[in-house]
């Protein structure tokens, strides 16, 4: 099943103009119904599995979803972050969509789908029908052809960006949606603190195991359990890098952690 990560601000936000906007009203009565209708998976952050490590869960629906959809009305700053992120790593589809006419001028040129809100900041009535009719034509232009809405994409075409396995396999197309015993969007890309130290053993007896590890493997290692705040493993496995390991280049962070 496609998926669509939303980019919105929570709660009740006010906007340059002292007007209140209801984003929790405009996302669970507009947005994510229109965007099921259409038979894909729709989450924002708060949705996802709680316990995560929610900042590579953020980077992993940033790069991985086959939509973003980003609410620019307050140009909040987390929005406008993983809004560039998303164009760095994706070369579409990103749809911006706001409540007010004014645009950062570093993306004024970009195509935004323009909502009214009612009095009350919510998004109701014949505008929000014209809303979600034009969400959904956009959305389903974007399943019909190739769009590449990232300028740097635009800019320069033949730039590649690597990923690693666990991120180009989240990106493979979905075939079926999601069923008992089968992982849909939000838990696909959400990596538990569990899980997370589960594969990290498993790579570690690995590496350990190896008469030749790699030494920008070792390191992965080391940032990793980092990451985790797993400094015990950190240190256990500085002070245990082979002397090959730990006099590499690439390697020489390890001696900083002994």
């Known amino acids: 099943m496609r998926s669509c990560y939303v980019s919105i601000p929570f709660g009740i936000k006010s906007d340059f103009d002292g007007r ?14 229109a965007v099921q209708e259409l ?16 900042h590579k869960t ?4 940033l790069i991985s979803s086959d939509l973003m959809i980003a609410d620019l009305s307050t140009h909040n700053a987390n929005v406008l972050y993983e809004i560039g992120v998303r164009h760095a790593m994706r070369r579409g589809r990103t749809l911006l969509i ?19 809100p009612d009095e009350f900041g919510r998004l109701t009535g014949e505008q929000a029908e014209r809303f ?20 740097i994409y635009e800019f320069f ?16 197309p979905r075939r079926a949606p999601p069923t008992k015993g089968r992982l849909g969007f939000a838990q696909s890309v959400v990596e538990s603190p569990s899980q997370a130290m589960g594969d990290l053993y498993r790579s ?28 015990d493993r950190v240190v256990s496995l500085a002070n245990d890098a082979p ?11 390890c001696s900083r952690w002994r």
């Open 20 to 33: 209140t906007l209801d984003f929790d009203y405009l996302y669970r009565t507009v947005i994510q119904p």
């Open 39 to 54: 038979e894909m998976e729709c989450r924002r952050l708060d949705e996802f599995s709680p316990g995560a490590i929610w």
């Open 58 to 61: 953020l980077f992993m629906a």
């Open 98 to 116: 706001s409540a007010q006419g004014r645009l950062p001028s570093n993306i004024n040129y970009a195509q935004v789908l323009w909502y009214e």
């Open 132 to 151: 979600r009719e034009a969400l959904q034509a956009a959305i389903r232009q974007s399943q019909r052809t190739t769009i590449s809405d990232s300028p």
């Open 157 to 172: 075409p033949d730039l590649q960006v690597i990923l690693p396995p666990e991120l180009e396999s989240a990106r493979r």
């Open 204 to 231: 570690e007896e690995e590496v350990r195991r190896s008469p030749e590890a790699d030494p920008v493997e070792y390191l992965n290692l080391l940032r990793k359990y980092r990451d985790l705040s797993e400094w």
């Open 243 to 253: 002397l090959a390991i730990a006099a590499s280049p690439r390697c020489s962070s």
